[in-house]
T-cell receptor, first 114, second 112 residues
Framework: DVKVTQSSRYLVKRTGEKVFLECVQDMDHENMFWYRQDPGLGLRLIYFSYDVKMKEKGDIPEGYSVSREKKERFSLILESASTNQTSMYLC?????????????FGQGTRLTVV | QKEVEQNSGPLSVPEGAIASLNCTYSDRVSQSFFWYRQYSGKSPELIMSIYSNGDKEDGRFTAQLNKASQYVSLLIRDSQPSDSATYLCAVGDYNQGGKLIFGQGTELSVKP
């Protein structure tokens, strides 16, 4: 059974804290993505990675950074958490097989910044 | 213009009716198109993918793609209350490293 696992289901952090969200996939997928989901806004792409140590900015990268040191792991970092980063964060992975293929999602991390 | 745009809804249909969900995209070179379903409190799950112009049918679901009009749609026949969910359109561009962009989603409610 394919699996994308996010390290936490719920997180509460204080303003100004450095926050790490971890995502691990066991499918040997090349592509990994971080999205945030807010009511009425759908899934907005923060960053994605198509290979180890490679990263590309998505539509809303400000205030975030990422790290991909191993193929199976993609980390999202909030350098200094702010209340407007309170959201649901979803990690996903896909194969690169000539075309985009099915994206598998983690269970999501609901982050609250107080 | 947003890269991927959907009618935000909510869309309400009676049980047994056809639900029609629409999506437009701005990047002409996009190659891959997907419909995901997301139940409240759950992660999105793939229900249809389509790569070529025309229709693709899978059970009660039909995806339609028109690349010239930059338009993709999803028809759900014989709608059931269990189809009530948010439907997300996604567009992929392999030439941008496999970038995958989602629309804002359309909430569908099927009334018994």
């Amino acid at each position: 059974d394919v699996k994308v696992t996010q390290s936490s289901r719920y997180l509460v952090k204080r303003t100004g804290e450095k926050v790490f969200l971890e995502c691990v996939q066991d499918m040997d997928h090349e592509n990994m993505f971080w999205y945030r989901q807010d009511p009425g806004l759908g899934l907005r792409l923060i960053y994605f990675s198509y290979d180890v140590k490679m990263k590309e900015k998505g539509d809303i990268p400000e205030g975030y950074s990422v790290s991909r040191e191993k193929k199976e792991r993609f980390s999202l970092i909030l350098e200094s958490a702010s209340t407007n980063q309170t959201s649901m964060y979803l990690c996903a992975s896909t194969l690169r097989d000539g075309m985009n293929t099915e994206a598998f999602f983690g269970q999501g991390t609901r982050l609250t910044v107080v | 213009q947003k890269e991927v745009e959907q009618n935000s809804g909510p869309l309400s249909v009676p049980e047994g009716a056809i639900a029609s969900l629409n999506c437009t995209y701005s990047d002409r070179v996009s190659q891959s198109f997907f419909w995901y379903r997301q139940y409240s409190g759950k992660s999105p799950e793939l229900i249809m993918s389509i790569y070529s112009n025309g229709d693709k049918e899978d059970g009660r679901f039909t995806a339609q793609l028109n690349k010239a009009s930059q338009y993709v749609s999803l028809l759900i026949r014989d709608s059931q209350p269990s189809d009530s969910a948010t439907y997300l359109c996604a567009v992929g561009d392999y030439n941008q490293g496999g970038k995958l962009i989602f629309g804002q989603g359309t909430e569908l409610s099927v009334k018994p």
